[in-house]
């Protein structure tokens, strides 16, 4: 395997090699398989789990706890995550005692690029995977870095509640699956993990939040008429539409079983009778999901007539069933009215839910405001951290490696 430093002036003493680095969006509370792989694809928001808590909301009170609100890690742009097996073969870079790997790299874009590589154009591949190719590739680098700078100002004391921390996120991944260890074992396999690796991973992950916690300790101050001109120029961030939901019984005569008709009875005539029939269940207390089940022959009869939210004044509701809005608009939630003859047929509405248009006031949000403000500013302080650990890397280097790296996934994805 070549290799080569991307700086050979770093300090190499104290350095713990492998592993995870620095971290995207930084995580605490990790409970399930798709919550890791949702990490391990670089992904900054836990998608999966009402209980997935950043880190930066605090592990630990023992731990310096972080600035930032779940919402706010959604757009800071923290290095990509993710862990792959350490590749062979193929040109290495050495940052701070770590290798990276072409094939590490190229492994990581696979699922965006190989596609491009296939149309066999390989000018044409090299130029547009490129910016992505470097994003990768900074992204690993500062992952290293960042957990390097963590390691090396973590406190002496830093030992026994990293371990408290680290143990309490173990205890919590076993509960995840009943505190049934073959059970939970088998899961990290699946994502590339033993106890031992995952136990790395978590330590890493918690230490270089506590660094990046102290990293962003001052605050910006903000005027209050700041404050103003956001709100008015940003006003459609709070404010939401009117929305409307209902259900509906239809009954349509021509469409009648013929159960439900007696004889000798018109279509028209059984329609209208059974319609009565059903609206005198409703108001008896009969539910009206089932009897839509039970009745209805609209379209949504097998949900329950349950329609998907309506946007007051959108238009939205095709004819015949457009003047259910204005019907639904003067109804109360959990009121039915009916029959309404409609297009040839006899419709019986009950209304669910109804949530009027409005906007929040200026100081509703004004605490909103303040801590996007504060957040913009921390999300600078952040980059200039980055860019600070990242300066000292060879550049030139960079690039001949990101060279070798479209090389290698060219000739990977798009063999001759």
């Keep these: 395997m070549q290799r080569f430093d991307a700086d050979e002036n770093f300090p190499k003493a104290g350095v713990e090699s492998g592993g995870w ?57 923290f290095p990509s ?5 350490t590749p062979e073969g193929g040109m290495a870079l050495n940052v701070e005692s770590e290798t990276i790997t072409t094939k590490e790299i190229v492994l990581r874009l696979e699922p965006q690029l190989k596609p491009l590589a296939m149309q066999g154009n390989e000018a044409a591949f090299r130029q547009a995977a490129r910016p992505a190719f470097r994003e990768a590739l900074r992204s690993r680098i500062t992952d290293i870095l960042l957990y390097k700078e963590a390691k090396k100002k973590a406190p002496e ?16 991944f076993l509960a995840a699956y009943g505190n049934n260890r073959a059970l939970a074992e088998n899961a990290l396999r699946t994502m590339g993990y033993d106890w031992k690796s995952y136990r790395d991973f978590e330590r890493k992950l918690i230490l270089t939040q506590s660094y990046l916690s102290k990293e962003f300790t001052e605050k910006r101050p903000v005027a209050h008429g700041e404050m103003v001109d956001y709100y008015n120029q940003h006003r459609d961030q709070f404010c939401w539409d009117g929305t409307i939901q209902f259900r509906v019984i239809e009954i349509i005569p021509e469409k009648l079983p013929s159960r439900l008709v007696r004889p000798g009875e018109a279509a028209e005539a059984a329609g209208v009778r059974l319609s009565v029939e059903v609206m005198d269940k409703i108001k008896d207390g009969a539910d009206f999901g089932k009897l839509a089940e039970q009745y209805s022959q609209g379209p949504l009869a097998a949900q ?28 109360e939630p959990g009121q039915a009215v009916g029959p309404l003859p409609v297009g040839g047929r006899l419709l019986i509405l009950k209304l669910e839910d109804k949530k009027e248009a409005r906007c929040k006031s200026f100081e509703e949000v004004q605490d909103a405001i303040e801590q996007q403000f504060q957040f913009e500013f921390r999300k600078q302080q952040y980059e200039k951290v980055v860019e600070k650990l990242t300066a000292r890397v060879d550049v030139v280097r960079m690039d001949i490696f990101l060279d070798h790296c479209m090389t290698d996934a060219y000739a990977m994805w798009n063999p001759k």
Excluded at 60 to 72: L, Y
Excluded at 81 to 85: A, H, I, K, M
Excluded at 157 to 172: C, F, H, M, Y
Aim: glycine content about 10%; aromatic content about 8%.
């Design 21 to 77: 680095g620095g971290y995207n969006a930084v995580f605490c509370k990790v409970h399930n398989k798709d919550e890791i792989m949702t990490m391990k694809n670089g992904l900054t928001v836990v998608l999966t789990g009402t209980t997935a808590i950043f880190l930066f909301a605090g592990c630990s009170n023992k731990i310096p706890q972080g600035k930032f609100t779940a919402e706010q890690m959604k757009t800071i742009p």
């Design 81 to 85: 995550r993710y862990e792959l097996p």
């Design 157 to 172: 004391n830093i030992d026994d509640p990293l371990d408290k921390a680290v143990e309490s996120e173990l205890t919590r």
């Design 304 to 331: 329950g007539g349950l329609w998907r939210p309506v946007t007051i004044g959108s238009g939205s509701l095709p004819a015949p069933y457009d003047m259910l809005e204005q019907k639904a608009m003067a109804m």
